[in-house]
């Protein structure tokens, strides 16, 4: 079956940088759009960026946009999401999640309805 385990948050101080993992398995992991989301405590999850499946187009959240930089390597199965400068606002749990169709990520690409399988999470705090 499709599991996605995610890997690599942690704590950090303002400014400094993470990168979280994503592994994949159970399906052709480079036949998908794959994205990163986030969700802070009593906020609703949002997209934080996304990559087609060939990891030619990439898409970001404007409010990290210049500081977050999304990839993937087909051949391990794994997605990254590498964070730099990072603000006390980018403390979340951050998934991973791969779309639900055989299609590029579109112009809805931020939205969690277009992903069927995710991860468990991986907790990124930003201390300030």
């Known amino acids: 079956q499709v599991q996605l385990v995610e890997s690599g948050g942690g704590s950090v101080q303002a400014g400094g940088s993470l990168r979280v993992s994503c592994v994949a398995s159970?399906?052709?992991?480079?036949?998908?759009?794959m994205g990163w989301f986030r969700q802070a405590i009593g906020k609703e999850r949002e997209g934080v960026a996304a990559?087609?499946?060939?990891?030619?187009?990439?898409d970001y959240a404007d409010s990290v946009k210049g500081r977050f930089t999304i990839s993937r390597d087909n051949a391990k199965n794994t997605l990254y999401l590498q964070m730099d400068s990072l603000k006390p606002e980018d403390t979340a749990m951050y998934y991973c999640?791969?779309?639900?169709?055989?299609?590029?990520?579109?112009?809805?690409?931020?939205?969690?309805?277009?992903?069927?399988?995710w991860g468990q999470g991986t907790q990124v705090t930003v201390s300030s």
């Open positions: 990559i087609s499946p060939a990891g030619t187009y990439t």
């Open positions: 999640a791969r779309k639900t169709s055989l299609s590029e990520c579109g112009s809805t690409w931020y939205s969690p309805d277009r992903y069927f399988y």
């Open positions: 159970g399906y052709t992991y480079g036949r998908y759009c």
